[in-house]
């Protein structure tokens, strides 16, 4: 038996946070691709009844970065590779910069518009 739009299934709503029946909205070579949460009303992708994938927590994160051998998250650290040479030899004409004096700065805003 095939599926037709406006049939319920089981599906993970990634407003919930749960496991809910959904109304089908759009199917795709003969599958459902988008449904509608039946308790919340929020249309999204059909998850084949997935979760989310858990995001790190914070403490997570600065454990792995405590951790002397720890893979790097960011790419901040360098990956090995040698500059390149031709960063080296740009010159840079200070005088060009020119900090602002406080005096041309506005004063600051206080209260309300």
């Known amino acids: 038996m095939s599926i037709r739009l406006g049939d319920t299934i089981d599906d993970f709503c990634v407003k919930c946070k749960r496991l809910t029946n959904h109304h089908i909205v759009s199917i795709v070579e003969d599958a459902a691709a988008k449904v509608r ?10 998850r084949h009844e ?6 790190p ?13 720890a893979a790097v998250l960011d790419g ?8 390149d040479e031709e960063d080296d030899d740009v010159e840079v004409n200070e005088e060009s910069f020119v900090a602002e004096e406080d005096d041309e700065r ?5 209260g309300r518009r």
């Open 76 to 83: 901040d650290e360098d990956s090995g590779e040698e500059p």
């Open 106 to 110: 506005p004063a600051p805003r206080r």
């Open 37 to 46: 949460c039946c308790s919340c009303y929020h249309d999204h992708d059909y």
């Open 57 to 69: 927590t914070k403490r997570q994160l600065e454990e792995l970065e405590r951790k002397p051998g």
């Open 50 to 55: 997935q979760p989310e994938p858990k995001k």
